[in-house]
């Protein structure tokens, strides 16, 4: 799935890892199996209920690394990503938090995914990771040479973080990462996971990205109940807390909560 096949007012599910092996929270009794019968089951969940991709995440890793996450976490991303790309019948994608996008790449190249999401891709965020700095320099270039046909979609003011300086306006946030960072979409989220974009900068955004050719994707807060209306200005949604049972990000997909968005979504369509 290109950045420009991407269908219009897509659903883009979100399977969120449980902690892999390195990480504090692992459960070490269950092991890899364990983290990979967990993921087949929210991707199988996802494809059935009518997503139109995935997106592979290690949300359970946390305390994240900033950029460089180990090698064993690669391996066993690659091998997870692989296993859902089997599994279901949509496009996968492939983020590596906080911000390694050289391994989603690597991942996604490895794996035939789709697309990888960057969440600093250029300029500078504060998190609780510290400073994450934007590589669309090596990134891009490493995509080159893998030779890799991946989409790169880069957040634009991404949650769980702050500005390092004054913020950047998020019209020209966008002309940055697609004119100077050569993103393939652009994402716009609330302030956290699973909390609400607000309107005026999905506005911006989506505007902006109009102009600059690329599809614009929201990534956080979306609901049955709002998909309809976000979508008539987005491009596409990424969803995961409200797809979960009981609407607990943690939680395991619920199907019927997927099929709900989604033919929310498809009214739009």
Same mark, same amino acid.
């Given at each position: +799935?290109?950045?420009?096949?991407?269908? =219009?007012? $897509?659903?883009?599910?979100? !399977?969120?890892?449980?902690?892999?092996?390195?990480?504090?929270?692992?459960?070490?009794?269950?092991?890899?199996?364990?983290?990979?019968?967990?993921?087949? #089951?929210? $991707?199988?969940?996802?494809?059935?209920?009518? @997503?139109?991709?995935? @997106?592979?995440?290690?949300?359970?890793?946390?305390?994240?690394?900033?950029?460089?996450?180990?090698?064993?976490?690669?391996?066993? +991303?690659?091998? /997870?990503?692989?296993? @859902?790309?089997? =599994?279901?019948? &949509?496009?996968?994608?492939?983020?590596?938090?906080?911000?390694?996008?050289?391994?989603?790449?690597?991942?996604?190249?490895?794996?035939?995914?789709?697309?990888?999401? &960057?969440?600093?891709?250029?300029?500078?965020? &504060?998190? #609780?990771?510290? &400073?994450?700095?934007?590589?669309?320099? =090596?990134? +891009?270039?490493?995509?080159?040479? /893998?030779?890799?046909?991946?989409? %790169?979609?880069?957040? !634009?003011?991404?949650?769980?973080?702050?500005?390092?300086?004054? =913020?950047?306006?998020?019209?020209?946030?966008?002309?940055?990462?697609?004119?100077?960072?050569?993103?393939?979409?652009?994402?716009?989220?609330?302030?956290?996971?699973?909390?609400?974009?607000?309107?005026?900068?999905?506005?911006?955004?989506?505007?902006?990205?109009?102009?600059?050719?690329?599809?614009?994707?929201?990534?956080?807060? @979306?609901?049955?109940?709002?998909?309809?209306?976000?979508?008539?200005?987005?491009?596409?949604?990424?969803?995961?807390?409200?797809?979960?049972?009981?609407?607990?990000?943690?939680?395991?997909?619920?199907?019927?909560? %997927?099929?709900?968005?989604?033919?929310?979504?498809?009214?739009?369509?």
């Amino acid at each position: +799935m290109s950045a420009q096949t991407l269908p =219009e007012n $897509a659903v883009v599910g979100m !399977v969120h890892l449980d902690p892999l092996p390195g990480a504090p929270k692992h459960d070490a009794a269950g092991g890899l199996d364990a983290v990979r019968d967990a993921a087949l #089951d929210d $991707a199988a969940a996802l494809d059935a209920g009518g @997503v139109d991709a995935v @997106v592979v995440e290690n949300f359970g890793d946390a305390p994240f690394y900033p950029d460089d996450v180990p090698k064993h976490t690669v391996a066993s +991303m690659t091998t /997870l990503v692989d296993a @859902v790309a089997r =599994e279901v019948s &949509v496009p996968v994608g492939v983020n590596v938090l906080r911000n390694d996008a050289e391994a989603a790449l690597a991942v996604a190249a490895a794996t035939d995914a789709s697309f990888v999401r &960057v969440n600093v891709h250029v300029g500078a965020r &504060v998190t #609780d990771q510290g &400073v994450v700095t934007g590589r669309a320099h =090596e990134t +891009m270039r490493l995509r080159d040479r /893998l030779d890799a046909d991946v989409a %790169v979609f880069a957040d !634009v003011g991404v949650k769980h973080s702050a500005p390092l300086g004054p =913020e950047t306006p998020l019209k020209t946030a966008v002309e940055e990462v697609v004119g100077r960072g050569l993103a393939d979409g652009v994402v716009v989220s609330g302030p956290g996971t699973g909390a609400p974009t607000d309107d005026s900068d999905l506005y911006t955004v989506a505007r902006a990205a109009r102009e600059a050719g690329v599809p614009a994707l929201v990534g956080s807060g @979306v609901t049955a109940e709002t998909v309809a209306e976000t979508l008539d200005r987005a491009d596409g949604v990424v969803v995961g807390t409200a797809l979960k049972e009981g609407g607990e990000t943690t939680a395991p997909v619920s199907e019927s909560r %997927v099929r709900a968005v989604v033919e929310a979504a498809r009214g739009s369509r």
